[in-house]
């Protein structure tokens, strides 16, 4: 597989206690954890790829750091390719608050799925799922995030794998509602260097702008009285943190 970007709309939906949205536009990649890309050096400010952003950060590689995490978790690690969705790290920085990986068998079938989710507070936590054929799966909330909601409930989510289109879901349902919502829908590009500059120019520096705008909606939500749920300790994974 080659390297792909997909240029991306990201949208929130809060529906309770009061009604918040927004929508923000940045780029990911798609990437076979087999055979990163490599830029040329002028390039690769733009885009790194480094195991001590993913899993436990002390892997010698993120396909490593993924096989350790399956393994903590009683999985055979997966004989096939491992696509990673994943924002890379931008002139030094790097902020991802969802990275996938699909992870096939040597068939070509799809083994499992990897959710890893980063909150703003340096921690990280990774969600073993097993969708179904279209990509439909749910998990119990097992990692606080957001800081308006508690730990509990459950994921929805649809989790497709990429291709022409860029199409994922996932909600938080409690008590019966469906108090949030999360999309990221986009087009897929080649990511060759002038697509790569495109991005570039449409999105500078993105990692920085997502982390800059999640404590933005943060503070304003908090200023329109959302009251802020404590953060209970972070419960370590084995072969995450």
């Not at 992870?103 to 703003?120: F, L, M, P, Q, Y």
């Not at 909600?171 to 500059?197: C, D, I, N, W």
Request: net charge positive.
């Amino acid at each position: 597989m080659t390297a792909a970007l997909y240029e991306c709309v990201v949208s929130h939906v809060r529906t309770t206690p009061l009604r918040y949205s927004f929508r923000h536009r940045t780029y990911l990649w798609l990437v076979d954890l087999d055979a990163l890309p490599r830029l040329p050096r002028p390039l690769r400010p733009l885009a790194r790829f480094e195991a001590r952003d993913h899993f436990g950060g002390k892997a010698p590689d993120i396909r490593a750091g993924l096989d350790r995490f399956l393994a903590a978790e009683g999985v055979e690690p997966p004989g096939g390719r491992v696509l990673m969705l994943t924002a890379a790290r931008v002139f030094g920085h790097v902020f991802n608050p969802l990275t996938v990986y699909w992870c096939h068998r040597s068939d070509g079938s799809t083994a499992c799925v990897v959710a890893e989710v980063h909150n703003t507070y340096g921690e990280r936590h990774c969600y073993l799922l097993r969708p179904d054929a279209a990509g439909r799966t749910a998990t119990a909330k097992d990692f606080y995030v957001s800081p308006f909601f508690p730990v509990d409930g459950e994921y929805r989510m649809q989790l497709p794998e990429p291709g022409v289109r860029l199409d994922l879901t996932v909600h938080l349902e409690r008590a019966g509602t469906r108090p949030f919502t999360a999309t990221v829908r986009g087009e897929r590009r080649p990511a060759t260097t002038a697509g790569l500059l495109r991005a570039a120019v449409r999105h500078p520096w993105p990692t920085a702008t997502v982390s800059a705008l999640i404590r933005m909606h943060g503070v304003l939500l908090y200023l329109r009285g959302l009251p802020v749920r404590p953060r209970p300790p972070h419960r370590p994974q084995e072969g995450v943190q």
